[in-house]
């Protein structure tokens, strides 16, 4: 199986949590992996190639795929990670507008300017893989999270929009849609939780492993291994399909 062996992969969000997790798994596959993050010390401690930008800005997307090429050579695939969580956000009602603003740039707009940067030398070589980090709260809205949740939905959009426009080229597009994992950017959401509850992060944590049949939230390694299966060439009959990581759960 051809895996992912030799393939060049940007994976956004590369320095902690799932991103980090897909890094190093597509590395031990054998692709050539770029990481990309905002925090250069995150992707030092990873230890693989990275990329310092600010995805929320176009200049910062041009930069991650002008320094992945440069270095690695033509992106292959692409695995769009990165994201700004809910815990900062309001009932819609109180919702600040510059907080909305700033969630469509980076949860949406970074992988619209991503995807629209690397899928043309996909279409010339006709081949490609692109794979989006949404999130169960793009199909069931959680609670103060407007801008989140509609930036996740936005990616659901985007991700069927390049699977129709590449799949005469051997593209495929797809999106991962975890529930709770508990990561650095999901552990503020449940200390923000907390603080407003007048309850402990652990029991956040409690409440919400009691989600799922499995009594737990999933891992980083487990959204990794979904993202690691669409992003080889074994994938090729699976495009335009958002697949939940929620152990049996809607959530």
Not at 74 to 87: D, F, M, Q
Not at 139 to 151: D, K, P, Q, W
Not at 183 to 204: L, N, W, Y
Request: proline residues 3%; glycine residues 12%.
């Amino acid at each position: 199986m051809a895996g992912v062996e030799g393939r060049v992969a940007l994976v956004t969000g590369g320095g902690r949590g799932i991103g980090r997790a897909t890094a190093e798994l597509l590395v031990s596959r054998g692709a050539k992996v770029m990481c990309v993050a905002r925090s250069e010390q995150d992707l030092a401690d990873v230890g693989l190639e990275y990329s310092v930008a600010d995805l929320g800005k176009p200049e910062g997307c041009a930069k991650a795929i002008a320094d992945t090429e440069e270095r690695l050579g033509p992106i292959e695939i692409l695995v769009c990670n990165h994201g700004i969580g809910s815990a900062h956000e309001q009932v819609i009602w109180e919702q600040e507008p510059d907080d909305w603003d700033e969630s469509m740039r980076v949860n949406l707009d970074a992988p619209f300017h991503l995807s629209r940067l690397i899928l043309k030398g996909m279409t010339e070589r006709k081949y490609g893989r692109l794979v989006y980090t949404s999130s169960t709260a793009s199909l069931v809205a959680e609670h103060a999270g407007s801008a989140y949740n509609s930036s996740k939905s936005g990616l659901l959009g985007l991700m069927r929009s390049v699977a129709t426009d590449g799949g005469p080229y051997g593209i495929t597009s797809n999106a991962v849609l975890p529930g709770w994992v508990r990561t650095e950017m999901a552990e503020r959401s449940a200390r923000a939780e907390a603080k407003d509850r007048g309850i402990s992060t652990d029991q956040v944590w409690e409440e919400r492993a009691a989600l799922y049949p499995a009594g737990r939230v999933a891992t980083p390694q487990e959204v990794a291994e979904l993202i690691a299966f669409l992003a080889s060439e074994e994938s090729s009959g699976v495009s335009g399909e958002a697949i939940r990581v929620a152990l049996g759960s809607v959530w």
